[in-house]
C-alpha cells in the first residue's frame, strides 16, 4: 500500500497545481498558471508508483478467474502476498497454501513474480518458473476439494499442461513445460526425499493407480 500512497500523494500535488488555477491560493487575490512541466512530473510519478500495485491486482484477478476453471468452477481468490504479507502469514514457510472452504489461494513472495516471468518467456522456462506453474496448480486442486497432498500434487502434474494453456501459454510449449515438470522437477522428489518426497508417488505415472485418464492429461498421447 506504500506504492499506493505515494502515488496519492503525487495526485495530489498535481490536483493542488490544476486547482490553483482555477482557484486563488490562500493569501493571494488571482489565480496561478499552471506549470505545465510540473504538472506533468506530478502525473507521471502518480501513475509510476500506482503501477506496481495495479499491476498486481490485475494479474491475481487473473489467476483467480484461470484457477477457478481449473478447480472445476469452485471459486478461487487468488492473492499474491507482498514481502510484508509474507511475514505476516502464519503459512509464510509454505510457498503457497489454500483453503477449500473459502476459495483462497496465498502465494507467498516472490512466486507470483515468478509466475509473471515464466509467462513472459515460456518457451524458457527456468526451473523455479516451472515450479510456480505447478504451484499455482497445486493450490488449484486444493480449492477443488483435495486435501491430500500426494493426490493433489499427482492432479496437478496431470494438468499442469490445461493450466499453461489457461494461461495463454501456445499448446506445444505448454505440453513441453508440463513434461519437463513431471519427467525431471517432480521425478526428483523422489531422490531428494524429506519434505519435497512427501509430495511424490511412484502410482502417479500413466497408466497406474493416481492416472486419471484424463483427455488432456499432461502425458495423453
Known amino acids: 500500500m506504500l506504492w499506493i500512497a505515494a502515488s496519492l500523494f503525487f495526485l495530489w500535488c498535481a490536483f493542488r497545481e490544476v486547482h490553483a488555477s482555477i482557484v486563488p491560493p490562500a493569501g493571494f487575490d488571482r489565480t496561478k498558471p499552471i506549470y505545465t512541466p510540473y504538472l506533468a512530473a506530478m ?16 494479474f491475481e484477478h487473473y489467476l483467480s478467474v484461470k484457477a477457478t476453471q481449473l478447480a472445476d468452477y469452485h471459486r478461487a481468490t487468488v492473492h499474491c502476498n507482498t514481502v510484508f504479507d509474507t511475514m505476516l502469514d502464519p503459512e509464510m514457510l509454505a510457498a503457497g497454501h489454500a483453503n477449500p472452504r473459502t476459495g483462497k489461494i496465498g502465494i507467498q513472495h516472490p ?75 517432480y521425478k526428483r522428489r523422489e531422490i531428494v526425499g524429506g519434505l519435497s518426497g512427501s509430495y511424490f508417488s511412484p502410482e502417479c505415472a500413466p497408466g497406474k493407480a493416481l492416472d486419471e485418464h484424463l483427455e488432456d492429461s499432461t502425458w495423453a498421447e
Request: glycine share 2%.
Open 111 to 185: 512466486w507470483c513474480d515468478r509466475l509473471s516471468s515464466y509467462l513472459s518467456h515460456p518457451d524458457r522456462a527456468s526451473e523455479e518458473e516451472l515450479w510456480s506453474l505447478d504451484m499455482f496448480t497445486h493450490e488449484s486442486m486444493h480449492v477443488r476439494g483435495e486435501l491430500n497432498e500426494v493426490k493433489t500434487e499427482c492432479q496437478a502434474v496431470q494438468r499442469n499442461y490445461r493450466a499453461a494453456k489457461l494461461l495463454g501459454v501456445a499448446d506445444e510449449t505448454a505440453r513441453k513445460n508440463a513434461l519437463d515438470y513431471y519427467n525431471i522437477l
Open 43 to 58: 502525473l507521471i510519478l502518480a501513475v509510476l508508483f500506482a503501477w506496481p500495485t495495479v499491476h498486481r491486482w490485475y
